[in-house]
């Protein structure tokens, strides 16, 4: 093994926090394995403790032969760790090129190995073309691919990636991914990742699903998915939640009472925007979107941190001024009407909006002053909020000593509470785990499809979509797709053909073999897959081509994930460079 932890344990606040509970694992050479789960599940903690960086309490690990809780500091030679956020490695003020040289001096790299593998990184990463640029002024994803070369610069085999793909763009995520598991194939890496994404698991060889601390699942993507019902596939959220509510099923999710005013969908227009801009500087953060969201209606935002849809939302909510359109929400204008605007809607802001010393109710209360409501009736609807949502038990708890589900479903409580007919969430289920995300989802089904409110919510997770009844692709500030969830998948195969998916016993060869002939092939785990207009016929000729060179393969043809639906629809734009 490669990297190998037993009992690993890491506790805060003097013991009272357990952030990592008697957790043991083995990474085997050249083997993509994933920590998957929610934000606060601990994943940061494990990889931190095997990068050197972190102190464990209890427990043993060693990566590369060396024994990290012993010697922290030897093992961060053999090692390539990048942490959380966005290029957080990186040096702002500095351009690409001096980045790069930062690092090769920070790892020692002899200057003719480092220039022989700098071409190489750059020409992977296509960013050879912006070694002038400062890191500052790169996009998510262009970040991520620089921080990933100053990670590799010094060749190491071992990587420790922690939430490397987190709102990055669809097409930065392909390359990426491609890049490590290019550097698998090729010099047999060994790569450990974190992430909060639950598609992100098909990519890795073997996954582990984590919560509060603790391994809760263990496998290849292709055991977990059929370890339910008889082995009949499903999704990994799927296996996730059953795993959560195996000992203690979750409650149905309950009718949110008379809070709300009866509805129903009625099609009447809650939210008209048309041809909406907002620039900062010479910046043009949302670029000229049209978008309407009926009453009765969810209307998803979808695309990566920085694709402008969180501009987009507080213009509509009279937060923002735009530099050019027209809007109207409830029946207000969004330039003259700010004030109006702001009474008439809910707003679930993307960042923690809550009064952090104050209680449940408390929170609760102060919305219902703000929102100039009569205390009686303030007063009655928190008392129908308060069962509905599933906080009748914590109403005299603050909301940092709540799990991040409940605070959500408190965020949306004060969001609600004065009966808006429309609703702005700004990516509410961030880093929630799978269990509480779907709750919320039937919160806001209720909302929209019993109670008559028109819903508009962005997230960058691309599951989310079969939530909405429409959706609306956001990239660099602009709109460039619109259409219900098969609407839109249909028009990308049409455009662009099925994913034809092959599966071999060496799928490090075969994933060679496929990509002279199909460049734009990935590999998932042990599956290599590509979008083609010909799939019947690329399916018949890869796996001969893999027969004549010894290796057995199968191949079938699958639909488009949402995530291919957005990458193909980017190509279409022609925004898929870069």
Request: hydrophobic share 40%; charged share 25%.
């Amino acid at each position: 093994m490669v990297i190998e932890a037993r009992g690993l344990t890491r506790t805060y606040a003097r013991g009272r926090i357990r952030a990592v509970t008697d957790v043991s694992f083995g990474v085997d050479r050249g083997e993509v394995f994933g920590l998957i789960g929610p934000d606060g599940a601990g994943k940061t903690s494990v990889l931190q403790i095997l990068a050197g960086v972190l102190r464990a309490h209890g427990g043993a690990a060693t990566v590369a032969g060396i024994d990290v809780l012993r010697d922290p500091e030897a093992v961060k030679d053999r090692i390539g760790y990048m942490p959380q956020g966005l290029g957080l490695n990186l040096y702002d003020t500095l351009t690409v090129a001096e980045n790069i040289e930062f690092f090769r001096d920070l790892r020692r790299v002899p200057r003719a190995r480092y220039q022989d593998n700098r071409d190489r990184l750059l020409h992977m990463t296509r960013l050879g073309s912006f070694l002038d640029r400062p890191a500052g002024k790169l996009s998510g994803g262009m970040r991520q691919k620089l921080a990933l070369i100053c990670t590799l610069i010094h060749l190491p085999d071992v990587l420790l990636l922690d939430e490397p793909t987190t709102g990055v763009d669809p097409i930065s995520r392909r390359d990426f991914w491609t890049i490590v598991h290019t550097l698998v194939v090729s010099r047999g890496v060994t790569v450990m990742l974190t992430t909060s994404y639950m598609d992100e698991a098909e990519r890795c060889h073997r996954v582990s699903l984590m919560h509060a601390g603790r391994f809760v699942a263990a496998g290849t993507p292709e055991e977990l998915t059929r370890s339910l019902d008889g082995g009949t596939r499903r999704s990994l959220e799927d296996v996730f939640v059953h795993h959560l509510t195996r000992d203690t099923p979750a409650p149905a999710p309950a009718p949110l009472a008379s809070s709300t005013s009866p509805g129903g969908v009625d099609g009447v227009s809650t939210m008209r925007a048309e041809r909406l801009t907002c620039r900062f500087g010479d910046f043009t953060a949302v670029d000229e979107v049209s978008l309407e969201v009926r009453a009765g209606e969810i209307v998803g935002l979808l695309g990566p941190n920085g694709a402008g849809k969180t501009t987009f939302i507080r213009m509509l909510c009279g937060l923002q001024v735009p530099t050019a359109g027209t809007a109207v929400v409830a029946g207000h204008d969004v330039r003259r009407e700010r004030a109006r605007v702001r009474a008439s809607i809910g707003y679930m802001s993307q960042r923690f909006s809550l009064y952090r010393d104050q209680t449940v109710r408390e929170n609760l209360r102060l919305s219902a002053g703000l929102y100039s409501l009569d205390p009686g009736v303030a007063t009655r609807r928190i008392d129908a909020l308060l069962p509905s949502l599933g906080l009748a038990d914590v109403v005299d708890r603050v909301p940092l000593a709540l799990p991040l589900g409940l605070r959500q479903r408190l965020a949306l409580a004060c969001a609600i509470l004065h009966d808006p007919r429309v609703l702005f969430l700004d990516e509410p289920t961030a880093g929630v785990d799978p269990l509480a995300r779907r709750q919320f989802w039937d919160l806001v089904h209720n909302l929209a499809h019993q109670r008559g409110v028109g819903v508009l919510v962005s997230t960058h997770y691309m599951d989310e979509a079969t939530h909405c009844d429409r959706l609306g692709f956001m990239h660099q500030g602009r709109l460039v797709g619109l259409g219900s969830p098969d609407e839109l998948t249909k028009q990308a195969e049409q455009a662009g053909g099925p994913m034809v998916a092959v599966e071999s016993p060496e799928f490090a060869r075969a994933f060679v073999l496929v990509r002279e002939r199909i460049p734009g092939a990935m590999l998932y785990g042990r599956r290599i897959r590509w979008q083609s207009r010909r799939p019947d016929e690329d399916a018949r000729e890869v796996t001969a081509a893999l027969a004549a060179a010894g290796l057995a393969a199968q191949a079938e043809i699958q639909p488009l994930s949402m995530e291919d639906t957005f990458v193909s629809v980017l190509h279409g734009a022609g925004l898929d460079r870069g």
